[in-house]
């Protein structure tokens, strides 16, 4: 079992360097950023109990932007019925909340209005940049009326552009939507399922939406594609999906292979620019598999880190026991075969570090693509005893990283003295630095859950406390 990395505690951190010179690896925190490292966004139970960020951006200023759900108890609601609301968050570069921005009680906290009448739970999943510095934002509202996946439009202040769409926003009915990205001509792809509810099957989609929030017509059929994989009576789930040259869009996600609720298989699928199945990835424009080493059926393709040389590394989770799911990291090469060369001997393919030995669900939460190849998935898991911030670094080859934080695993507990922290998103700075973020219910007598960031050396640097190089 690898063992997580310690830290000193700051005070202790900061009094050895005093004396002597400091040698920062890749994967230790940045005492630049927030204090020591991390920064909190403590909630104040006025305009959130709880902040919980699923995805994140690198601003070119070095702010960082932070989209996902806020949560409140609005009375009467009972305290186990809160409302819950996208929200958008954002830091300075050396962490600490941006006060220019927001419309809350919380310093750098904008939330959304109702975007959906009276759904309680309406939380972003995804979101993108324009060029011009305004958003767009995916997510699905739901509980207490229909169901309904939203996209919505934001300026780059946090208000909704109610030019775009109908009033601001895009609503597709029985929809669950995750992800939304841009092509090279800013317009909106976005990708979920279609519940039919009759059939009870969810059916993997991807809308193409333009600029104005209207389906743009040339993309498959009235500006929507439906992947039904290998059996149109089966679900399919889209768990992420990338823009990639030409404009052609990769889908990762699970399909259930063996019938309706007996799990999933690993999902892949590549459109060209005009919504239809390419046919050089693997025959059909589509592939669903399994690692044949193993007899898992609980399998998907989690987030999606393309090459630029058409090959596509992926996260996901596989069954590792029962009721229980593990990390694994694969790649396939342009015509959707598995890449050999990436991962164990033992399974070429794939690599699955033995990790989290007693956690259950693990779920991958970010997944980037550093400029030498190396890949970083940050992991979200339940364990009866606690979790933590956690993150694994494998090489460009899919082997453990012996040279990111302990033996390629990053494991930090941002509540020393709570009950839990978890990451929610994980980003690329374009220094090289990882951020990632999430939340941390740090006091055993509260019910607040804070938003926490901290963010990871990558280049290693050298820092001599007498100032000399």
């Given at each position: 079992?690898?063992?997580?990395?310690?830290?000193?505690?700051?005070?202790?951190?900061?009094?050895?360097?005093?004396?002597?010179?400091?040698?920062?690896a890749d994967g230790?925190?940045?005492t630049?950023?927030?204090?020591?490292?991390?920064?909190?966004?403590?909630?104040?139970?006025?305009?959130?109990?709880?902040?919980?960020?699923?995805?994140?951006?690198?601003l070119?200023?070095?702010?960082?932007l932070?989209?996902?759900?806020?949560?409140?108890i609005?009375?009467?609601?009972?305290?186990?019925?809160?409302?819950?609301?996208?929200m958008l968050?954002?830091?300075?570069?050396?962490?600490?909340?941006?006060?220019?921005?927001?419309?809350?009680?919380?310093?750098?906290l904008a939330?959304?209005?109702?975007?959906a009448?009276?759904?309680?739970?309406?939380?972003?999943?995804s979101?993108?940049?324009?060029?011009?510095?305004?958003?767009?934002a995916v997510?699905?509202?739901?509980?207490?009326?229909?169901?309904?996946?939203y996209?919505?439009?934001?300026?780059?202040?946090?208000?909704?552009?109610?030019?775009?769409?109908?009033?601001?926003?895009?609503?597709?009915?029985?929809?669950?939507?995750?992800?939304?990205?841009?092509d090279?001509?800013?317009?909106?792809?976005?990708?979920?399922?279609?519940?039919?509810?009759?059939?009870?099957?969810y059916?993997?989609?991807?809308?193409?939406?333009d600029?104005?929030?209207?389906?743009?017509?040339?993309?498959?059929s009235?500006?929507?594609?439906?992947?039904?994989?290998?059996?149109?009576?089966?679900?399919g789930?889209?768990?992420?999906?990338?823009?990639?040259?030409?404009?052609?869009?990769?889908?990762?996600?699970g399909?259930?292979?063996?019938?309706?609720?007996?799990?999933?298989?690993?999902?892949?699928?590549?459109?060209?620019?005009?919504?239809?199945?390419?046919?050089?990835?693997?025959?059909?424009?589509?592939?669903?598999?399994?690692?044949?080493?193993?007899?898992?059926?609980?399998?998907?393709?989690?987030?999606?880190a393309?090459?630029a040389?058409?090959?596509?590394?992926?996260?996901?989770?596989?069954?590792?026991?029962?009721?229980?799911?593990?990390l694994?990291?694969?790649?396939?090469l342009?015509?959707?075969?598995?890449?050999?060369?990436f991962?164990?001997?033992?399974?070429?393919?794939?690599?699955?570090?033995?990790?989290?030995?007693?956690?259950?669900?693990?779920?991958?939460?970010?997944?980037?693509?550093?400029?030498?190849?190396?890949?970083?998935?940050?992991?979200?898991?339940?364990t009866?005893?606690?979790?933590?911030?956690?993150a694994v670094?494998?090489?460009?080859?899919?082997?453990?990283?012996?040279?990111?934080?302990?033996?390629?695993?990053?494991?930090?507990?941002l509540?020393?003295?709570?009950?839990?922290?978890?990451?929610?998103?994980?980003?690329?700075?374009?220094?090289?630095?990882?951020?990632?973020?999430?939340?941390?219910?740090?006091?055993?007598?509260?019910?607040?859950?804070?938003?926490?960031?901290?963010?990871?050396?990558?280049?290693?640097?050298?820092?001599?406390?007498?100032?000399?190089?």
């Open positions: 079992m690898l063992l997580p990395r310690t830290f000193m505690p700051y005070a202790a951190v900061l009094a050895a360097s005093a004396t002597l010179p400091c040698f920062a230790d925190p940045d630049g950023f927030g204090s020591g490292g991390v920064s909190y966004v403590a909630v104040d139970d006025v305009s959130a109990r709880e902040i919980t960020p699923h995805a994140s951006i690198a070119p200023d070095g702010k960082l932070f989209a996902g759900a806020r949560n409140k609005v009375p009467p609601s009972p305290w186990y019925e809160p409302q819950i609301r996208g968050l954002r830091l300075d570069a050396d962490g600490s909340p941006d006060a220019g921005f927001g419309n809350t009680t919380i310093a750098g939330e959304l209005p109702d975007l009448t009276g759904q309680r739970m309406q939380g972003i999943e979101v993108a940049r324009f060029a011009d510095g305004s958003y767009v997510g699905t509202a739901m509980v207490n009326g229909p169901l309904q996946g996209v919505v439009k934001l300026t780059a202040s946090g208000d909704v552009d109610e030019s775009f769409g109908s009033g601001g926003t895009v609503l597709l009915p029985m929809h669950y939507l995750h992800v939304v990205r841009l090279s001509q800013q317009r909106i792809v976005v990708g979920g399922e279609h519940f039919d509810s009759g059939g009870f099957v059916t993997s989609t991807v809308v193409r939406l600029g104005s929030g209207a389906y743009d017509t040339t993309f498959g009235g500006g929507t594609q439906s992947i039904v994989w290998a059996d149109a009576g089966a679900s789930y889209v768990h992420d999906l990338a823009v990639v040259a030409d404009d052609a869009i990769v889908v990762g996600g399909f259930e292979s063996n019938g309706s609720g007996l799990g999933t298989d690993y999902a892949l699928a590549r459109l060209g620019a005009d919504g239809a199945f390419d046919a050089s990835f693997a025959g059909v424009g589509w592939r669903v598999f399994h690692d044949p080493s193993e007899t898992s059926i609980v399998n998907a393709v989690e987030r999606l393309p090459l040389d058409g090959r596509i590394a992926f996260a996901g989770y596989h069954n590792t026991g029962e009721n229980i799911t593990g694994v990291l694969g790649r396939v342009a015509d959707g075969s598995t890449d050999t060369a991962g164990d001997l033992a399974n070429p393919g794939y690599f699955k570090p033995a990790i989290l030995p007693t956690a259950e669900s693990a779920n991958v939460s970010g997944f980037v693509l550093q400029d030498d190849g190396k890949l970083v998935a940050s992991v979200a898991y339940y009866p005893d606690k979790e933590h911030f956690f670094r494998s090489t460009a080859d899919g082997a453990p990283d012996p040279d990111f934080a302990s033996a390629g695993i990053y494991d930090a507990d509540a020393p003295d709570g009950v839990y922290s978890e990451i929610g998103t994980l980003l690329l700075q374009a220094d090289g630095k990882l951020v990632a973020a999430g939340r941390a219910q740090r006091t055993m007598d509260s019910p607040l859950v804070d938003f926490a960031a901290t963010r990871l050396l990558v280049t290693a640097d050298v820092i001599f406390a007498d100032g000399f190089d």
